[in-house]
């Protein structure tokens, strides 16, 4: 399994990323893929997560209604559309392959590398 997020960088207050997440292993090892944030000196918070097979999504109350988590089985890949951002939203971004649709980062077992969101107010 390897991860690559990719798509972060720079953004207004109120404005829109998005975030995609590859396997370039292109391996099923895990039944859903979750994206995190850790912002500098917060611990790593759960921001969304989707499962491979069937449509079931779960999402911070943080983000609800602002992000959106999507998938493209057949690229292995995960997105995450990130509109009406706020400058709290400021973090690296991680993708992450776990076993289901869970919050806390210690129960996935593979990770991307990060990338860089940063929203200027």
């Known amino acids: 399994v390897q991860l690559q997020a990719s798509g972060g960088g720079l953004a207004q207050n109120g404005g829109s990323l998005r975030l995609s997440c590859a396997d370039s292993?292109?391996?099923?090892?895990?039944?859903?893929m979750g994206w995190f944030r850790q912002a500098p000196g917060k611990e790593r918070e759960f921001v969304a997560a989707?499962?491979?097979?069937?449509?079931?999504?779960l999402y911070a109350d943080t983000v609800k209604g602002r992000f959106t988590i999507s998938k493209d089985n057949a690229k292995l890949t995960s997105y995450l559309q990130m509109n009406n951002l706020k400058p709290e939203d400021t973090a690296i971004y991680y993708c992450?392959?776990?076993?289901?649709?869970?919050?806390?980062?210690?129960?996935?077992?593979?990770w991307g590398q990060g990338t860089q969101v940063t929203v200027s107010s």
């Open positions: 992450a392959g776990g076993p289901g649709l869970r919050r806390s980062p210690g129960e996935y077992d593979y």
């Open positions: 292993g292109r391996t099923f090892l895990y039944d859903a």
């Open positions: 989707i499962r491979w097979i069937g449509a079931r999504t």
